[in-house]
């Protein structure tokens, strides 16, 4: 965020971000979406994050109408993807450029990108969190580490992905 209000070029974000994986993102803890909104106002996190999505519209010609960033940013403020950080969303714009992109860019696309990398993210955290657990330098809260903990998150998850699959028909 602080490099997005800095005004930072694009070839500074992608040399600051060239080395950035998921198990990086997991172990660093960036700010969330949410928690950018705390602190900074949804406007500009929603601006900063579409600027993130403008960028990546550019790549294929354009393919994404300012109206679609702005529906896939209100997708991500309010539902939970709001859990994903800026450095998220620009790793996942990142593998969409690197990707072969078979027909339009499209809401979809990215919807579907940016769910599967939350995935990814989930495994990631959950992984880290227990590595960091078996050293004893960290505890997993109960409702993560149990069973039921465990069912309602897939649960959720199920869920958001039928709705994100409804919304791109």
Do not use: W
């Amino acid at each position: 965020m602080q490099m997005a209000l800095e005004k930072a070029s694009k070839i500074d974000l992608i040399r600051n971000f060239a080395n950035l994986t998921v198990e990086k993102i997991a172990k660093v803890g960036y700010p969330s979406f949410g928690t950018l909104t705390k602190v900074h106002g949804l406007e500009k996190v929603e601006k900063v994050t579409s600027m993130l999505f403008l960028d990546l519209s550019a790549t294929f010609n354009d393919d994404l109408s300012p109206e679609q960033v702005e529906e896939i940013t209100a997708e991500i403020s309010s539902s939970l993807m709001r859990n994903v950080s800026l450095e998220d969303i620009y790793l996942v714009c990142r593998k969409i450029k690197k990707s072969k992109n078979y027909g339009k860019l499209n809401v979809n696309k990215v919807l579907i990108s940016l769910e599967e990398h939350f995935e990814n993210k989930c495994e990631a955290v959950l992984q880290h969190n227990i590595n960091q657990d078996k050293k004893g330098t960290k505890t997993i809260p109960p409702e993560r580490n149990s069973t039921k903990g465990l069912e309602q998150m897939n649960k959720n998850r199920q869920a958001h992905i039928k709705y994100i699959k409804q919304q791109a028909k």
